[in-house]
Structure formats: structure tokens, C-alpha cells
């Protein structure tokens, strides 16, 4: 049997890298309720892939 491989959290420099903004816009978004959902994990902000994906494409849409 296989175990499932889990993606790991990406960061804030992670997520403003892939979508290529800077880290002051994706904190702008997260106030505004704007951008990708996110989740503190004790002091971080971290992003599910899959979630910054699917927000990625609604936008597209």
C-alpha cells in the first residue's frame, strides 16, 4: 500500500513567487478578502497549493 504524498504549505514568498507579485500585495488581498485563502499556523500565514490554484483559475474566468 501507498502512502498519499501531501503537498507541503507554501509560504507567503512562495505564493508572491508563483503568482509573481510582490509579498505587500498578497497581505493587501488577505485584508481585503480578495486573494487566495490562506490559514495561520501558529504566527505564519501559510497557502494550500490546490487553493491558490483554483483561485488562480476563477480569476482567469
Not at 507567503?12 to 481585503?32: E, K
Not at 495561520?40 to 476563477?58: I, T
Amino acid at each position: 500500500m501507498t502512502a498519499p504524498t501531501i503537498e507541503r504549505l507554501w509560504t507567503v514568498q512562495d505564493v508572491a513567487a508563483f503568482l509573481g507579485v510582490p509579498v505587500g500585495t498578497l497581505y493587501q488581498w488577505r485584508y481585503r478578502r480578495t486573494g487566495p485563502r490562506a490559514a495561520r499556523v501558529g504566527r505564519h500565514l501559510r497557502y494550500d497549493p490546490a487553493d491558490v490554484r483554483a483561485w488562480l483559475d476563477q480569476q482567469a474566468a
